[in-house]
């Protein structure tokens, strides 16, 4: 049976032809990965808010971040199908990807790319100097990022690096600095990660292995389940870590059970050698970090 990430009925097809090929290489019709990567700017930016009780700008920089999270992850995309393009045409699920199929040339590629990182430099340059340096910065990650899984069972890890920067972009944004609290939930968002993309590399596992293709769902094998659950476990601890020193309230730590309860119930749903399973449960992931999120904020607010 054939596994493709790409939709045969969305509301893509219904635009220009020449714009469809374009939109897919975004994965707009897959708005899980810049929900993923959204997710920790609003964290840095509700952690943030405890220190600087600014609604307006908050609300401002959530729009700005959630425009940039759009833009960098398709970018993201191009740089990655563009280093993947002969390893994509040899896994089932990303043969028919735009570069990997030859829909798109890599020169209308690069200069699709350039397009969408002027817009984000336009968007970055609206925020403080710290979270423009760090914005800058993570391009390098973001253009390294691909290459790991030629080099490292441990991708993944990088994965976690490079997105979870917003966590300190969003800090950075709010208070015009940098404070531990925002590199422990950096750590914490990293941890997430590493359990949720684990979860992503299992619907390759098998093509990946012929592929020579590395990632933590290979290294960890049977045992992918225990890893989630101690990367989760982790997860958890370093943002309670965070928040026990921002409240005064302990009672709203209690609210912290609700996304522990959904990764709870991500391992033990989730279907070691069912693909579709394993796309619907990192999917998922939207709704704990949006639960971890509505936390943080409400600890800051009220904490």
């Known amino acids: 049976?054939?596994?493709?990430?790409?939709?045969?009925?969305?509301?893509?097809?219904?635009?220009?032809?020449?714009?469809?090929?374009?939109?897919?290489?975004?994965?707009?019709?897959?708005?899980?990965?810049?929900?993923?990567?959204?997710?920790?700017?609003?964290?840095?930016?509700?952690?943030?808010?405890?220190?600087?009780?600014?609604?307006?700008?908050?609300?401002?920089?959530?729009v700005l971040f959630f425009?940039?999270?759009?833009?960098?992850?398709?970018?993201?995309?191009?740089?990655?199908?563009?280093?993947?393009?002969?390893?994509?045409?040899?896994?089932e699920r990303t043969k028919k990807r735009p570069i990997a199929s030859g829909a798109i040339s890599i020169k209308n590629a690069l200069i699709f790319l350039f397009?969408?990182?002027?817009?984000?430099?336009?968007?970055?340059?609206?925020?403080?100097?710290?979270?423009?340096?760090?914005?800058?910065?993570?391009?390098?990650?973001?253009?390294?990022?691909?290459?790991?899984?030629?080099?490292?069972?441990?991708?993944?890890?990088?994965?976690?690096?490079?997105?979870?920067?917003?966590?300190?972009m969003g800090y950075a944004a709010m208070t015009g600095s940098l404070g531990l609290e925002a590199f422990i939930l950096y750590i914490a968002a990293i941890?997430?990660?590493?359990?949720?993309?684990?979860?992503?590399?299992?619907?390759?596992?098998?093509?990946?292995?012929?592929a020579g293709i590395k990632s933590t769902a290979l290294l960890f094998g049977d045992k992918v389940k225990t890893f989630v659950s101690a990367f989760y476990a982790k997860t958890t601890f370093y943002i309670f870590l965070v928040l026990i020193f921002s409240s005064s309230n302990y009672l709203l730590l209690l609210f912290l059970l609700l996304p522990v309860f959904h990764f709870a119930w991500q391992v033990k749903t989730l279907d070691l050698n069912d693909q579709s399973n394993a796309l619907k449960i990192f999917q998922s992931n939207r709704v704990t970090g949006l639960l971890f999120f509505i936390v943080i904020l409400a600890i800051a607010a009220y904490g």
């Open 1 to 62: 049976m054939t596994y493709t990430d790409i939709k045969t009925q969305s509301w893509i097809y219904k635009l220009p032809k020449a714009c469809i090929p374009y939109a897919l290489l975004m994965r707009l019709d897959r708005p899980i990965g810049w929900w993923l990567l959204l997710i920790p700017g609003l964290w840095g930016l509700a952690l943030g808010y405890s220190q600087n009780q600014d609604l307006q700008k908050l609300i401002i920089l959530s």
């Open 67 to 91: 425009m940039g999270a759009i833009l960098m992850r398709g970018a993201g995309c191009i740089i990655n199908d563009i280093w993947d393009r002969d390893l994509d045409q040899k896994v």
């Open 115 to 168: 397009a969408l990182l002027l817009l984000s430099l336009l968007i970055l340059m609206q925020m403080s100097l710290a979270t423009i340096v760090i914005g800058l910065s993570s391009i390098v990650l973001v253009i390294l990022y691909p290459l790991m899984k030629r080099i490292t069972f441990w991708p993944q890890a990088f994965l976690g690096i490079t997105f979870n920067i917003g966590v300190l």
């Open 191 to 210: 941890f997430w990660t590493l359990g949720y993309d684990t979860i992503y590399a299992l619907q390759d596992k098998d093509d990946d292995a012929l």
